[in-house]
């Protein structure tokens, strides 16, 4: 599986990344090359195998629907780039028309 | 104080021949003299250790103490710590503060322990050479023009030039077994799920898991009868009883049955790294085990899984990076897209953008089923490999690596290389089984690991089996010479 320019700009676009336009061609064949090591997996017959997703096979615990956090707001709001009256700050998404 | 182990040093605190205040004035001034050249620790926590240093020694003084109270150990910078930076080695998390502790560091402060400070890594644990941080390489204190390994590099280094006793790695393809290996240390990396996951900062969830990193097995042993447990937290965390891994140390392995995988004795290994670990062997039948051949015949697929796996789980968690509640954000993004775009295309490093590159492609529409659960196949074969294996034998071995340590810059530019220093820790996280790395002697004059791989939570038998060698051989116990005084 070779990757072409398009492609890359596709896969850098879905997971929100900038790729330089001079660094697409780079980009393409190294990828490729990861690709192709990858396809490897390809030697193998695995129709009738099931996917294996967690190693020991569990079942997700449960637990009862009780608050057990305390309200912690104002600590991870500390951190954040840009808070204003509890509320974190992002560039105006909605015009105002 | 430096050249004991972390069980003797307990010893010490314990028979009051030292205070944990003067051993971890110790380790700081090391830290001070030598880190600048190794680059091991991220941030320093001088002030807040002799702090709980003065505090241990009182809990001491007054009969209230733990066998770890005291000891000054080093956390990997993955682990969330309450006020204290935590950067995961990237420049995304530069500025982050966790605002809580990750259980292992809880854990960690509830036996009494010191934090010295947080260790340097791969961007996000994703390497094999600690060349992909935002803070700079780390160096082997073996040649410092080589690789300490990664991605836990910065604490292998820094246990391995005395620095600290005793720290903290996490492993999702290697990244406490390949550094323990190339710096000469044990390191072990626990069941999947033996380890609540709670605050360590995720790469890929299926796979990630919290260990110990020291000198020896016994050191091993005492780290992660403070870190094993069941955690509510942590929804993949094991709920199955933590046995005390300092008892069953002095076991014999009488008898023990061990396999050595024919694939894992290929052409790709080291020649004189053989040897080593053929004179392990001959150790191992002369304290009366039983070794036998074995096969894993879907080996060679291990790290073209991986490589889905990984970069697919490692893209979908860190989406969450996106320059609003936390981290970096980008300066006078124009609107949210470009916020997000340039938050995350300054914020990460060239390997981590290609990882996420990867895991996005094999998890876009129409390529789900070739890439992403075709590896999941791959790894219910690979699982199944071990499962086979484990009816005729009680521990795998093998070494740790394929070579010693690599030069600075020799595989940076070449990732398929660089991912096939793995090729022999792989597929036990994919498997998730437990595995550890101790050294086992030197190719010239640089470290070489020797891999043991048990069973499901058979942690208390693979630090048996690793201890039993280390009585009887002394490859643990050598330091760097230029930095034993």
Redesign the interface.
Known sequence: MS?TPD??KK??H?????VIEEDILP?AK??S???A????????D?AT????????D?A??L?SDRITETD?RS??Q?????VEAGL?L????IDEA | MHTKTLAELAQALQTKTISSVELTQHYLARIKKYDAQLNSFITVTGDAALNSAALADKQRAENNAGPLTGIPIAQKDIFCTDGTKTSCGSKMLD???A??DATVIQKFNQAGTVMLGKTNMDEFAMGSSNENSFYGPVANPWDLTCVPGGSSGGSTAAIAAGLAPGATGTDTGGSIRQPAALCGISGLKPT??RVSRYGMVAFAS?LDQGGPLAKSAEDLALLLNVMAGFD?RD??S??QAVPDYTQTLNQSVEGLRIGLPKEYFTADLNPQMAQLIENAIKVYEKLGAKIQQINLP?T??S???Y??IAPAEC?SNLARY????????CAN??????????T??EG?GSEV??R???G???L?AGYFDA?Y?????????I?NDFATAFKSVDVILSPSTPTPAFKKGEKAND??SM?LSDIYTIATN????PALSIPAGFVQHLPVGLQLIGN?FAEDLLLNVAHQYQQVTNWHRVMPEAYQS
């Open positions: 990757l492609e890359v896969i850098a879905l997971a929100r990344i900038n980009y190294q990828l090359r990861i690709l090591f990858i396809e490897q997996m390809n030697t193998v695995t195998i099931e996917p294996l997703a967690h190693p020991l569990l997700q615990p637990r912690l600590k991870f500390k951190i954040a780039p840009e974190y992002v560039p105006k998404v | 500025n982050f503060i605002p809580y999947y799920g299926s509510p929804s993949t094991v709920n879907h060679a697929l790290a073209p899984a490589y889905v893209s996106d320059g609003v509640r936390y981290g970096y954000r993004p124009k609107d949210l897209e470009d916020m997000y775009k340039r995350r295309t990460f953008k290609r996420i590159m990867i996005t492609y094999a876009s890439y659960l075709k590896a999941q196949k791959i790894r219910r074969l699982c990732p398929i991912y994919l498997a998730g089984l499901f």
